[in-house]
């Protein structure tokens, strides 16, 4: 297991926060629930996780929401953020095994990879997010387990959806080896 950061993910955490920022800022859609919303954002995240492993998107999940929510609330939510990052993480490790440079994501992929993610967002976002706004915010606990159920059936779609299609279209753009030839 590598131990440092090289160059090239250091410049996919830098952009690819940026890009979770603007996705998770401007591509929302509403879920009638209060400060929760079906973010588009997670579905990149699982493939920023698939390319770059657990740290990258763990630090693109991470700083891309503090961003965001200095930026749209002035204050940031910090047991939300954590699980952007922790969700991130997940999603690297899951992506693991995928062979997208190489231009494979087979059928097999695709259901570990959405198991896998439900089974994290289930843990990230029905569970873990919740708790922690007990702990830290004192929010009541009704309202923020609700919240946490909507945040991870939105979020296991969006990482499902998007998440997926992200990853085929990468692995189709990849020259598969032994597909060229010499004339």
Request: net charge positive.
């Amino acid at each position: 297991m590598k131990k440092d950061l090289s160059v090239k993910d250091i410049v996919a955490i830098g952009i690819g926060a940026a890009v979770f920022v603007i996705l998770f800022r401007f591509i929302a859609i509403p879920s009638g629930m209060p400060n929760t919303e079906l973010q588009v954002a997670y579905g990149f995240l699982a493939l920023m996780g698939a390319l770059f492993g657990p740290i990258p998107a763990a630090l693109i999940g991470f700083i891309g929401h503090t961003i965001k929510d200095f930026t749209t609330y002035g204050t940031p939510w910090w047991s939300w953020i954590i699980c952007s990052g922790l969700i991130g993480a997940i999603f690297g490790f899951i992506g693991k095994r995928f062979k997208l440079e190489e231009g494979i994501f087979t059928k097999k992929d695709m259901i570990y990879f959405n198991i896998g993610q439900i089974l994290a967002n289930a843990f990230v976002w029905g569970l873990v997010a919740p708790t922690l706004d007990v702990i830290i915010y004192a929010e009541p606990a009704s309202k923020v387990y609700t919240q946490g159920v909507i945040g991870l059936i939105s979020n296991s779609i969006s990482a499902g959806v998007v998440g997926t299609l992200l990853m085929i279209a990468y692995a189709s753009s990849r020259t598969k080896k032994g597909t060229l030839s010499k004339d």
